[in-house]
């Protein structure tokens, strides 16, 4: 684990990520932190990168040293899993936190000093841990990604290898082309739609053979100008048609759904998120698939210079 009950220190190790009280016990929040570790940062690392996590926490004596302005690559690495570990384990454990759980059954815990707070106020506090903690996660892998020749090991994780065999690699790519406020949460959405998109709808396009001499070249860790180049004219097409299918097939692009935001309350105390219309979502769809349509012509003009295919006249 990349937090401990000997680094706590009274809630200090927490309260970087965290505002949380000092009386917070590590053993509280222990199980939960665990939880978050094995389920979303493990599988996305591979192994070799947690062994290499822990080598690098116990050699840490002074918890304040783990921050991200720091010019060791080490300790940033820590400070990005530690902050994705802090707010998810607080996200997926949330409800079992807030109870007691004894031989006397399950009881929510009160004080006459401390009021628990309003279900708003949970919402948003929970909403906000899980934005926050997959936040940390599309950090954590960018800088792996942007440091492999520090960290080889990350090239063994199942992320990294699948990332690679699409034409799509993060959110960060699909927000350059269509606003997700760089979320992870979308990103995720949108993959099954993406893999879709490449298999029914790039392929055929461009023809079976090339589709499959485009997937081994970006395996490869320095492919070909020509394939570079031809990913990054079939990136837009794959995201903005990939929206598309998303918008029309669920109505929605984000987790909570496509919506309008606006404050309600006496003074504006809450924030309401109201659905958006059939008509809006359409509008939304074909906006999408208009320039994806624009993005397609562009590709087009690169197969017929750089491979001299011409989609128009199908490919095999």
């Not at 505002?19 to 570790?37: D, E, G, H, P």
């Amino acid at each position: 684990m990349i937090f401990s009950e000997e680094k706590w220190n009274d809630a200090d190790e927490m309260r970087p990520y965290i505002a949380v009280s000092n009386a917070l016990t590590f053993r509280t929040v222990q199980t939960a932190i665990q939880n978050a570790f094995g389920l979303f940062i493990r599988p996305l690392v591979s192994d070799k990168i947690v062994t290499k996590l822990q080598e690098i926490y116990d050699s840490v004596f002074d918890i304040s040293e783990i921050k991200e302005d720091t010019d060791s690559k080490d300790i940033k690495l820590l400070y990005y899993a530690q902050r994705a570990n802090a707010f998810l384990a607080f996200w997926y454990d949330y409800d079992e936190m807030q109870v007691l759980i004894a031989d006397s059954g399950v009881k929510r815990q009160e004080s006459e000093n401390v009021k628990m707070p309003y279900k708003y106020q949970e919402l948003s506090l929970k909403n906000g841990f899980k934005q926050k903690g997959v936040d940390a996660l599309d950090n954590l892998i960018a800088f792996l990604e942007q440091n492999l020749t520090d960290y080889p090991d990350y090239k063994e994780s199942d992320n990294y290898t699948q990332t690679l065999d699409s034409i799509v690699w993060n959110a960060k790519e699909v927000n350059a082309y269509h606003e997700i406020n760089g979320s992870r949460l979308v990103y995720l959405r949108l993959k099954p739609n993406i893999r879709i998109i490449e298999d029914t709808l790039i392929a055929p396009r461009i023809g079976y053979s090339l589709y499959e001499e485009l997937k081994n070249a970006l395996k490869e860790e320095t492919p070909e100008e020509k394939y570079t180049k031809l990913r990054e004219k079939l990136l837009p097409v794959v995201v903005l048609y990939a929206v598309q299918k998303l918008i029309l097939e669920t109505g929605s692009l984000t987790d909570r759904g496509l919506f309008f935001s606006s404050l309600k309350g006496n003074e504006g105390s809450y924030e309401s998120h109201d659905p958006v219309s059939d008509n809006r979502i359409v509008y939304q769809a074909n906006k999408a698939e208009a320039d994806a349509i624009s993005y397609w012509i562009l590709a087009e003009r690169y197969l017929k210079s750089e491979f001299g295919i011409d989609p128009s006249k199908g490919n095999k």
